[in-house]
């Protein structure tokens, strides 16, 4: 059933409800308890234990249960407080009901339910880290009416193939699924999923198929409990191809036991043919008078309702057919009760010793030799399941593959999407600048019209005034003082208005300048502000940058997004632990500080040198220093002053060579130049007294050697290179 079929009829479930379940003549007592597991630690997870608890325990909420106690992923003790904490509330119970989901195993011929914390490494540890069935089926006996018990936990168990079997002389081996079990207590009912020894499908959907099954079956008002489990098998059948058919054990007295109480007066829908047909076959197959009596209680008119009559009275000739007409008397029902399934025979020798050999196996083709070889074997079902546990796991696989492309789609989808937003982006600011631009040209366009028409103006009155002084030479002689002083006046106002509207146009001019100029100066404290708090503005540059109106901050609020949303380098942190580990190799000698100065940058350079590596800009970030760390032994040359050498990992004072003795004849010349050999001796003791260390050529045929430093140059100069002889 889909999500939404599923929604629709549970809310179908809670509006009838409302008017039936309230009915005080209906005010049975009733509780349940739901768990569900499976966030297992020491097993694999089970998807739908969990999502099958919670749908169930909604149920008992719509259908008015006094008590709903709902626990998920529960350890061994949590587990045992749940059911200790629901038995002590059955004191004046009518009807309990436990639904557990999550996995279950049979050791020694005892069930056990398996707590998400358990570690069954040893068959012996089950008694202490699972719950037994019986435990539950106890805590049951405070019920008056009914007591039921549904497991949906019959899915292939992993501890069945890990955990180590102790030998005893009472051991009954330890089997997949549940084992069969007769409950002890009268009007008692213990559901299984599957049938005894055989496996439950977990299913690929929302819900296991005997979970869905339930919740669209087990809570219909007056549905007797035992036709609702019938209507149950028979939908697990469906769904699962005969592979599952679930199981009831235990037996109930006459008359009609729902979980849901039934309305005042029972209505049979109209579209519920399927169900009373379900019914029908049920009954059918028991072919007792109590259960046709019990199916007439159930649909007492109907098609099906008329054949039930026939049958009874094909049980009982002569005898009259039970009615339910107004004013006839109602039957009486026996008991109905779920046949105990016959032991199924075990497998041969032959057949024993091949799945053997294929039991571990994660190979499909091995169980479908298995299956066409001994088709009637009673292994051949659970090489069935193994069969379908494999191509489960293929699915499963495939969907997690499908998950991974079409998240590359999506990956894809909003890269592109990006793209596009920035291409549109892009666009909106060519148009804006198109915009100004236009809008700058028919300004411009615009003034130099007007000063054309002030020119032409200009021009027209000279040439009527020079027509007016060729017509009337001689009152021009006259006039012409007062025509020069109007012209006079007229020009100056023509200036003044020119220069009126030059002043306004540089005023306008001012204005935008002084408001872009303010606009910009807003910008720049912004950005300031933001590349202050660093990284942590990424998102504000973001914003600054897709709203700039100061053109001339752009390369600056882009450098700023750029760093800030760079990957860190040359942070303090970063260059004190290059400072250490250059230090450590030989290749630093200055001050462990955090400061990336020249020193430290000579000391990259030289280590990318010695590593044979390009020397770079000497930037330091979290991979250089990694590498660094990854280097065990010394990198750079020993770095030794003149007048030394290297000796071992040590600079030593190299030997003079000793003065030959003067001969005679030659003092005179010897003292002669002594003077000029003190000279020449002076600045290599200056320079050896300094230590004004300079790096000297390696040469290709003399090895060099490392000395450790340990502590800074105290001479302030960067170390060279010292060759040993």
Known sequence: MSRVGLSAMVSALALFSATIWADPAFAERRAALVIGNSAYQNAPVLPNPAKDAKAIAAMFVKAGYDVVSAQYDVGNLDFKRAIRQFEDSLSDADIAVIYYAGHGIELHGTNYLVPVDAKLKSDRDADDEAITLERLT???????????IILDACRDNPFVRTMKKEPTATSRGINPGLGAVEPSSTNTLIAYAARAGSEAEDGDGDHSPFALALINNLFLPGLDIRLAFGRVRDEVLKKTANRQEPFVYGSLGAGTVALVAAPAQPVVATDDLQGVKSDYSLVEKIGTRGAWEVFLTQHPTGFYSDLARQQIAKLNPGEATPTTAKGSPQPTLASLETPTPPTPPGPSTEEQRAWDKIKDSSNEGDFLAFIKKYPTSVLANVAQSHIDAIERAAQDQAAKAQAARDAAAEAQRQADAKRKADEAARQNAEQQAALAKAQAEAKAAEQARQQA??????????????????????????????????????????????????????????????????????????????????????????????????????????????KATAPDVNTPDQVRAAQQQLTRLGCFSGDVDGNLNDATKAAVQRYQAARGKTAGDGQINDALVSDLKSQTARICPLVCPTGKIAQ???????????????????????????????????????????????????????????????????SGHAPGIGVGF
């Open 138 to 148: 106890q805590s049951l006996d405070g019920a008056k009416k009914l007591r039921v």
């Open 453 to 562: 028409e002030r020119d032409a103006a200009l021009k027209r009155a000279e040439e009527d005034r020079q027509k007016q002084l060729s017509d009337a030479a001689a009152l021009a002689k006259a006039q012409a003082a007062t025509k020069a002083a109007e012209q006079a006046r007229q020009q100056a106002e023509r200036e003044a208005a020119l220069k009126r509207d030059q002043e306004a146009y540089q005023t306008a001019l001012a204005e935008a300048a002084r408001k872009q100029e303010a606009a910009c100066k807003d910008e720049q404290d912004r950005l300031t502000t933001l590349q202050a708090a660093g990284k942590t503005a990424a998102d504000d540059l973001k914003q600054l940058a897709q709203g700039l109106t100061c053109e001339r901050l752009r390369p600056l609020v882009t450098a700023a997004l750029d």
């Open 648 to 714: 071992g990992e040590q600079c030593v004072v190299a030997e003079q060579p000793k003065p030959a003795a003067p001969q005679k004849g030659q003092d005179d010349n010897s003292a002669k130049h002594t003077p000029a050999k003190q000279d020449e001796e002076k600045p290599s003791r200056k320079s050896a007294n300094q230590e004004d260390v300079r790096p000297a050529r390696p040469v290709p045929t003399v090895k060099q050697e490392a000395t450790t430093h340990t502590g800074g140059n105290t």
